[in-house]
Nanobody, 123 residues
Framework: HVQLVESGGGSVQAGGSLRLSCVAS????????MGWFRQAPGRGREAVAT????????YYSDFVKGRFTIDEDTSTNKLYLLMTNLKPEDSAMYFC?????????????????WGQGTQVTVS
């Protein structure tokens, strides 16, 4: 069982930046896919970005391309999401997710392990 703990959320003005962190209880290299999802009130959970750790390949949803960057630090078992040029529509609870295999990186059902989330509010 892998535990994931997110941090780094907060309130920021539009155009600002935040860096989310997710620390895993085990080596992130053992989880081939690690990603970020978000969920706004009244909406479903949507994929933000995922990294395929073994081949260093990243995937981004269109609405964050050019603004968000997903990164990992295997030495500290941390996953990051750098968010720049934030918009009010980016406001949501952001979740870290991990899985050994992944049929569709956009599908939340592809991920086994989830954190509790960290809130991001953009005004």
């Amino acid at each position: 069982h892998v535990q994931l703990v997110e941090s780094g959320g907060g309130s920021v003005q539009a155009g600002g930046s935040l860096r989310l962190s997710c620390v895993a209880s085990t080596s992130i290299s053992s989880n081939h896919f690690m990603g970020w999802f978000r969920q706004a009130p009244g909406r479903g959970r949507e994929a933000v970005a995922t990294t395929y750790t073994h081949v260093n390949r990243q995937y981004y949803s269109d609405f964050v391309k050019g603004r968000f960057t997903i990164d990992e630090d295997t030495s500290t078992n941390k996953l990051y999401l750098l968010m720049t040029n934030l918009k009010p529509e980016d406001s949501a609870m952001y979740f870290c997710a991990a899985s050994i295999s992944c049929e569709d990186w956009r599908d939340e059902n592809s991920y086994i392990y989830w954190g509790q989330g960290t809130q991001v509010t953009v005004s």
